[in-house]
């Protein structure tokens, strides 16, 4: 098992930026491709971001593509994404997760985090 639990949620205005963080527990975290989804209200959770195990490769939707940055420090357990130029459409529960596929582009989580708000205001 592993647990998972994100910080970095919140308030921002358009064109404002946030970092969330994903701090994870239980098992070799370097052993997980780890990734972002988030689901706005009404819609289906989506695919925003994932990183390989060693962190030399990421994939992005193209949603955010240029302006989130997903990065992990394995020495610290921990999985964040930097999200700058913020859009009202950004707005949605971001959740964390891991997957133990080598797949990083086409992610299939094993597991997931409870969630944290982000709400970009116009």
């Given at each position: ?79 964040y994404v930097q999200m700058n ?38």
């Amino acid at each position: 098992q592993v647990q998972l639990v994100e910080s970095g949620g919140g308030l921002v205005q358009t064109g404002g930026s946030l970092r969330l963080s994903c701090a994870a527990s239980g098992r070799t975290f370097s052993n997980y491709v780890m990734g972002w989804f988030r689901q706005a209200p009404g819609k289906e959770r989506e695919f925003v971001a994932a990183i390989s195990r060693s962190g030399g490769y990421s994939s992005y939707a193209d949603s955010v593509k240029g302006r989130f940055t997903i990065s992990r420090g394995n020495a610290k357990n921990t999985v964040y994404v930097q999200m700058n130029s913020l859009k009202p459409e950004d707005t949605a529960v971001y959740y964390c997760a891991a997957a133990e596929s080598l797949q990083v582009k086409l992610m299939v989580p094993d597991y997931w985090g409870q969630g944290t708000q982000v709400t970009v205001s116009s």
